[in-house]
């Protein structure tokens, strides 16, 4: 069975740098995998996708995430944050008719 | 704005009711997946439907039930509820099943149900 982790429950950033959330995936075959932002009060919006090639993935609103096989691993990135981030992130995978497996997010706190 | 409309966006309802949420896919997906989101069970799979007939099925309980109709809308059935029914339910829609290249998957902002 397909399966998300997202080993950070919280993460505190002061405003302007950088930051990395982990998520690690257990899947069968070539994963598709996600990354997902959820504003208070709103759903769910999607950052970016990896579903084959470059394994270097750039998204939206300055997002970029890794996909690396050998660790499993599909970490977002963004080199400088703003108060607009802090949200909760969340991190799915996907490969078949079954829908997406999402981790259980990150709470993203950024700092003035 | 994602395209995905769902309604109510708010809902409170007593244990052993049965409530009905509404979604209207992106113009042109066929594909509308319902998800559950709470606190201790993060996001869940409920159910996916694709053009009208049920296409996969997640930890979607027996008390619920959905279908997708020919206009391609998508209801979700609660019944007999339950305090830990009380969640925030997701509707999302895509062009195709499954998570090929080029099928992405949008949410709607989704409908909070609280049981009382």
């Known amino acids: 069975a397909q399966s998300v982790t997202q080993p950070d429950i919280h993460i505190t950033v002061s405003e302007g740098a950088s930051l990395e959330l982990r998520c690690n995936y257990s899947y069968g075959a070539t994963p598709y995998l996600f990354w997902y932002v959820q504003s208070p009060g709103q759903g769910l919006q999607l950052l970016l996708k990896?579903?084959?090639?470059?394994?270097l993935v750039q998204g939206i609103k300055g997002f970029e995430a890794e996909f690396k096989r050998s660790q499993s691993s599909f970490n977002l990135r963004k080199p400088s944050v703003h108060w607009s981030d802090a949200a909760e992130y969340f991190c799915a995978v996907g490969g078949g008719a079954d829908g997406l497996t999402f981790g259980k997010g990150t709470h993203l706190i950024i700092q003035p | 704005d994602s395209g995905v409309t769902q309604t109510p966006k708010h809902l409170i309802t007593a244990t052993g009711q049965r409530v009905t949420l509404r979604c209207s896919p992106r113009s042109g997906d066929l594909s509308v997946y319902w998800y559950q989101q709470s606190l201790d069970q993060g996001l869940q799979f409920l159910i996916q439907y694709y053009n009208g007939e049920e296409r996969a099925k997640g930890n979607i309980l027996e008390r619920f039930s959905a279908q997708q109709f020919p206009d391609l809308h998508s209801e979700l059935n609660l019944s007999s509820l339950e305090l830990g029914d009380s969640a925030l339910y997701f509707c999302?829609?895509?062009?195709?099943?499954?998570?090929?290249?080029?099928?992405?998957?949008?949410f709607g902002e989704g409908s909070w149900l609280t049981v009382v």
């Open positions: 990896y579903f084959s090639g470059d394994t």
């Open positions: 999302a829609s895509s062009i195709r099943p499954g998570q090929g290249r080029g099928n992405t998957i949008y």
